[in-house]
């Protein structure tokens, strides 16, 4: 099954500022692991539930890219 996706392009371009390094961030992307939803219950027991909360995101429903982009020269 092919589902819609959200995605996004970088250009990466040298600064016109004297810099050594870039960072730049992603945010907003669902997360692919607990599909957004952040936490999920398993039933462990008769009326008995366990919340677990998910390791990718922490509970936070969205993941981010933190990107550094590093120009040194090109020796
Ligand atoms: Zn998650």
Wanted: overall charge negative; some cysteine.
């Amino acid at each position: 099954m092919i589902m819609s996706r959200k995605s996004t392009i970088i250009t990466v371009e040298p600064p016109s500022y004297t810099t050594s390094a870039e960072k730049l961030e992603i945010t907003g992307v669902e997360c692919p692991y607990c599909l957004g939803r952040g936490v999920w219950h398993e039933q462990v027991g008769y009326n008995q539930y366990a919340d677990y909360t998910c390791g990718v995101c922490k509970g936070h429903k969205k993941i981010k890219a933190v990107i550094t982009i590093d120009w040194v020269p090109d020796e």
